[in-house]
């Protein structure tokens, strides 16, 4: 074999070996290895700080015995309030020992808001109906089509959880109307932006409030959501490849955007369950948000 041969297939060898060392380790790091992300979000002119730590999309896993891990990052953040954006376990978990264990520890740092993801109903619906009651019990406040008002990090709040979509089909025209919404999600919306709080909807899904003219017509100052995974598999400059009702390499995934009148932010979450491929390139994230809002009183 020639010396010219030999270099070419050495350099495809450590091509090969290099590629392969890349993609096992985006998968671990993809399961195992927790960031921190900040984001700045601006919603009033008040000035104070409201600290908010959002995670979503645990799906059972575990961070360490009991989520020790987790728990100490997020403790380490100080934050004001901790919302559990939905999908802690899965559908078809035989009991909902992860998030009430979670729910448990977390309370010792702050207050701990949670919605509902797609899996806490299918569990719900098929495992045990005593979900809502037994995260309450953990010491969790359970929101769904419910609001609290609050006052946290300086801030007058109005916090509200909604898994429905903001939105229902127009019959005469098909489209995606907000007020052609099933009358008790038009109900609890007309009532949630009812106010000169800041008003804050946890909602599992971005697309809740993504489709139609939900935007428009919901005054709602911020969505937090999770559910899409950061599209699960992140292919560099490309992005996230999948996002639920969005589809393929979705729009609205990951980070901070302007959506009509509302702000909506969507965290890639911290696990997954059982799709087609494993996370990669997109590592467990724990969001802290400060948001700037109206002075509390």
């Known amino acids: 074999m020639s010396r010219k041969k030999k270099r070419v297939l050495t350099a495809a060898a450590v091509?090969?070996?290099?590629a392969a060392v890349y993609v096992l380790g985006s998968l671990w790091v993809s399961a195992n290895y927790l960031v921190v992300r900040k984001y700045e979000v601006h919603a009033g002119s008040a000035g104070a700080g409201l600290k908010v730590v959002v995670i979503g999309d645990l799906h059972d896993h575990e961070f360490g015995e009991d989520n020790e891990k987790l728990v100490?990052?997020?403790?380490e953040q100080e934050p004001d309030l901790i919302l559990l954006d939905g999908d802690i376990l899965n559908g078809d978990s035989s009991s909902a020992e992860v998030p009430v264990n979670l729910i448990a520890r977390l309370k010792e740092t702050a207050p701990v808001y949670y919605a509902l993801g797609n899996h806490e109903i299918t569990y719900m619906e098929q495992v045990d109906s005593r979900l809502t009651e037994e995260l309450t019990s953990a010491g969790a406040v359970v929101l769904d089509k419910e609001y609290v008002d609050l006052e946290a990090g300086g801030?007058?709040?109005?916090?509200?959880?909604?898994?429905?979509?903001?939105?229902?089909?127009?019959r005469k025209t098909g489209e995606n109307r907000a007020l052609a919404a099933p009358a008790d999600t038009v109900a609890f919306l007309r009532e949630f932006q009812d106010t000169d709080r800041l008003k804050i909807m946890m909602s599992h899904r971005p697309d809740s409030f993504i489709f139609g003219d939900a935007s428009e017509v919901w005054d709602v100052d911020l969505v937090v959501s999770a559910h899409d995974h950061g599209g699960q598999v992140v292919l560099p400059f490309l992005g996230g490849m999948y996002g639920g009702d969005q589809g393929w390499f979705p729009p609205y995934i990951h980070g901070l955007y302007q959506i009509g009148k509302i702000q909506l932010f969507v965290t890639s979450g911290l696990g997954t369950n059982r799709e087609l491929v494993p996370r990669f390139n997109n590592p467990p994230e724990i969001a802290v948000l400060t948001i700037d809002g109206g002075a509390a009183g």
């Open 72 to 75: 100490e990052k997020i403790a």
């Open 155 to 170: 801030v007058s709040i109005r916090l509200g959880g909604m898994y429905a979509y903001a939105f229902g089909p127009d």
């Open 15 to 18: 091509l090969m070996i290099s």
